[in-house]
């Protein structure tokens, strides 16, 4: 809808439709069939790259070579594209196909401009790609087309996901036999594993809380990649720190950490800042970072917004110390200022990251 009102589509307007899954059934069939006639051009949302049969009956359209497919963002999935690519050529129809991309939206496949910018100019570049599958570091490789690069580093964020995706079923089974052990003691009257398994599933946080983290994450595109490790992650960190707890005679439960992830003043309100709420146990924690999507960025990213949420939560109740994870700088005063001017919902408004920082070590709160 931003292209379709945009001045760039205003020359061609009257000859653009866009289809949505939000549109009613005859609404759909019809841009459809129109979407194969000479002169129209169609708009579509990446859902109907499958399964939608664009049917091409207007001759001039096929003597002149059929539809041509224009795909505006890199697949995570070949077999995604090769469908996408299936819409120009139907029942055997001609039809061609390419692919735009904005360099932007490549940072999430750790791709950056440069090296597009090497491959188009003929330079080449070696890549040393480490294959999250066998855990190593596999042989370097020069580049010589963009789409080599593309499809590579796809299939490297495709056995990063398999990979954290394996280690969610692995702990999602092991919580379904704790599920299945705990209805076998219902079943036999067991009271004492009852009691056991209730103590500890809804044991919260010691009276006296000693211990209260807040863990600070880039979500934007360039992070997808640690995003996964994390969703898999969160218990080896609950027992990591449960072990440093008793190394210091404190109780494993009187800790709790709250995950925070920011990304930039070009996502709506409600995705420049999301927050957990504060956790004892792992399970919770992993169902909130699993609801998260990476999305966005905007070179320099809003990490004051997630140490502003920070220091909010400190003025309620001390925390013990912020970990901030990320790959790239939080914004300048003037990036900030012009930054947040541009964005439609305007609803944050805080200080510079400094200040902020300056604030928690007045405060005697850790930053790592």
């Known amino acids: 809808m931003e292209f379709y009102n945009s001045n760039a589509a205003a020359s061609i307007r009257e000859s653009i439709f866009y289809l949505t899954e939000e549109g009613s059934s005859d609404e759909k069939e019809q841009i459809i069939k129109r979407a194969t006639v000479s002169g129209q051009v169609t708009l579509c949302t990446r859902s109907f790259g499958r399964g939608t049969d664009f049917v091409c009956y207007d001759q001039t359209v096929a003597t002149n070579g059929g539809t041509h497919v224009i795909q505006t963002f890199l697949s995570e999935q070949f077999s995604e594209e090769t469908q996408i690519k299936g819409r120009t050529a139907r029942q055997g129809d001609q039809g061609s196909y390419s692919m735009i991309l904005l360099d932007h939206d490549l940072e999430k496949f750790h791709i950056q401009r440069k090296n597009i910018e090497d491959i188009r100019e003929g330079r080449g570049f070696a890549f040393q790609m480490f294959d999250a599958l066998t855990n190593s570091l596999k042989i370097t490789k020069t580049y010589h087309t963009i789409y080599e690069l593309l499809h590579d580093k796809r299939i490297d964020l495709f056995k990063t996901q398999y990979v954290a995706n394996m280690e969610y079923v692995k702990q999602a089974k092991e919580r379904h036999k704790t599920a299945r052990d705990f209805l076998s003691s219902l079943h036999s009257g067991d009271i004492d594993s009852i009691r056991k398994f209730l103590v500890k599933e809804n044991k919260g946080v010691e009276n006296i809380s000693k211990s209260r983290t807040v863990c600070l994450m880039d979500a934007t595109g360039s992070m997808i990649h640690l995003l996964h ?61 699993s609801t998260i999507e990476v999305e966005g960025g905007w070179a320099n990213e809003a990490i004051e917004i997630g140490l502003w949420h920070a220091n909010q939560e400190n003025e309620k109740e001390n925390i013990t110390q912020v970990i901030l994870i990320g790959d790239a700088p939080p914004n300048t005063r003037d990036e900030y200022t012009i930054k947040w001017r541009q964005n439609d919902d305007k609803i944050f408004e805080v200080s510079s990251d400094i200040s902020i920082c300056d604030h928690f070590g007045n405060k005697s709160v850790e930053k790592h």
């Open 229 to 289: 490790k994390c969703k898999t992650t969160v218990d080896i960190m609950f027992e990591r720190v449960s072990k440093i707890l008793e190394e210091h005679q404190i109780s494993s439960d009187s800790f709790q950490i709250q995950f925070v992830v920011y990304r930039n003043y070009n996502s709506s309100h409600e995705k420049i800042l999301q927050s957990s709420s504060w956790e004892t146990k792992p399970q919770n924690l992993r169902t909130f970072v």
